[in-house]
């Protein structure tokens, strides 16, 4: 679950993983060009990030991927 989207200082993400290899799991947040702007590691299977303040006015995908390449995707705009 991903709130507030649209957003304009700070998102909130929650995550409930299932079936993924924890391990290796990380959340890619990626620019619409596919830059990638950060990686941050998940070392449980639920929980709850915050991001956004560092971010510019823009569309992003985040991606939840583990070591088998398995991967949510969700699309997030942060607008002024």
Known sequence: EVYP????????IQF???????TQTQLKV????GR???????YE???TVYLGKSL????Y?????DASKRSK???VMKVE
């Open 61 to 65: 995908l985040l991606q939840i991927i």
């Open 56 to 59: 510019s006015t823009g569309l």
């Open 36 to 42: 990638i702007i950060s990686n941050i590691p998940i």
């Open 16 to 22: 409930q993983l299932v079936d993924f290899d924890i």
């Open 45 to 47: 299977t639920q929980g």
């Open 5 to 12: 989207n649209p957003f304009n200082d700070q998102i909130q």
């Open 30 to 33: 990626t620019d619409i060009l």
């Open 73 to 75: 995707v969700v699309k």
